[in-house]
Structures are given as structure tokens and as C-alpha cells.
């Protein structure tokens, strides 16, 4: 029989991380697992933390466990990636909801029995919003930029997406099907929630 404790049949965080992109199917609302794999750009999110882990772990010089997965691991992790990597409140956040689905289906999986996870909070945003005026966009509208095409290209989308609320993502994506000149509507199918 195996006297090894769960948490370490699992091997490491970042081993099990590798596993969880390649194998994590969506599940549905009433927890049923179902066969549907989750979006490229949700799992390029994937990809992104565990790179973000991979490099807490080397700079701090920490080999990941499931059981290295408490509440100081939580603030040194969400600090670092304020302060090292400059990462605002709600991409933060973003790290942190991933890794809690992640710890959530290796603790299905039966890899650990750490609940310390479940506690992890999304951080708020705590800057303050800073909005630009009319006047300060019809300043950026008129600056000269017509050495410049590049710039005058940035500026544009800026613009553009000042004015629609549309993400860059989206943005790059129109094409003339998509406007409506007659009832002034731009109709475009928004990538990150696929509606």
C-alpha cells in the first residue's frame, strides 16, 4: 500500500499546471464535466500564469507543493506580481481566479487535500479611475501626426476605441459587413465572451 500523503502523489504545482492546460475540460452549472475544452484565449490566460509561477518559484527559489499553497504563498505571490511585475488589480485577480480553478481540479483529481485556495480573493482595484474630457480627447484628435503614420494609426485606434468601448482584440477584427451606417451601430461579435 501507498504510504505517500496525496498531497505528494501529485508531484509539483508546475508539473500538474503543464497537465491541467493540456486535460481541463468546462463544467457545466450543475458541476457535470463535460467535453468541452475551454478557448485559445482562455487557455493562453492558462499559459500565462504558469509562466507567471514558474517565475515566482525561480526568483524566490521555491519548489511548489500543494502544501506550499497557503496564505503566505497567496500574499507573497500577489505581491510580486504587483510589485515586481507590475501587474494591475484586475489582471492580479485574473492570476488568482485561474489558480484557484486549477487547485480546484487537482483537489478533484485527488493530487491534494489543501483547501487553503478557497479562501484566495480576487484583489480590488484600489488606483483611481482616471477618465480623459472631451476637450482633452479633441486635443489628442488634432495633434499633427501626419509624419508619423504609425503614431497616427495608434492614435486612431485609441480613439476609436475611446468612443465604441471596444477592445483592441475586437477592433482589429472589423470589417465593413460589420457597420451599420444607416442606425449608426457597429456589429461585431466580441471575442472574449464569444457572444
Same mark, same amino acid.
Given at each position: ?48 500564469? @504558469?509562466?507567471?509561477? !514558474? /517565475?515566482?518559484?525561480?526568483? &524566490?527559489? %521555491?519548489? $511548489? #507543493? ?64 482616471? @477618465?480623459?474630457?472631451? !476637450? /482633452?480627447?479633441?486635443?489628442? &484628435?488634432? %495633434?499633427? $501626426? #501626419? ?49
Amino acid at each position: 500500500m501507498d504510504e505517500t500523503p496525496k498531497n505528494q502523489q501529485g508531484g509539483n504545482v508546475l508539473t500538474q499546471f503543464d497537465r491541467f492546460i493540456v486535460e481541463y475540460c468546462i463544467s457545466a452549472g450543475n458541476a457535470m464535466v463535460t467535453n468541452n475544452r475551454p478557448s485559445q484565449q482562455t487557455l493562453g490566460r492558462y499559459r500565462l500564469v @504558469a509562466k507567471r509561477l !514558474r /517565475e515566482f518559484a525561480t526568483e &524566490r527559489r %521555491v519548489e $511548489l #507543493s500543494f502544501e506550499d499553497v497557503n496564505n503566505d504563498f497567496y500574499r507573497q505571490f500577489v505581491g510580486w506580481l504587483s510589485t515586481d511585475k507590475n501587474i494591475r488589480d484586475s489582471s492580479v485577480g485574473n492570476h488568482i481566479k485561474v489558480l484557484k480553478t486549477f487547485l480546484r481540479w487537482c483537489m478533484d483529481l485527488g493530487l491534494h487535500n489543501n483547501t487553503a485556495f478557497q479562501k484566495f480573493y480576487k484583489p480590488e482595484a484600489l488606483g483611481e479611475t482616471i @477618465a480623459l474630457s472631451a !476637450r /482633452e480627447l479633441r486635443m489628442i &484628435r488634432d %495633434v499633427d $501626426l #501626419s509624419d508619423s503614420p504609425r503614431l497616427a494609426r495608434i492614435r486612431d485606434h485609441f480613439l476609436i476605441q475611446t468612443f465604441t468601448s471596444l477592445r483592441y482584440s475586437d477592433l482589429i477584427t472589423l470589417e465593413p459587413k460589420h457597420f451599420d451606417l444607416e442606425n449608426g451601430f457597429i456589429h461585431v461579435p466580441i471575442l472574449k465572451t464569444e457572444t
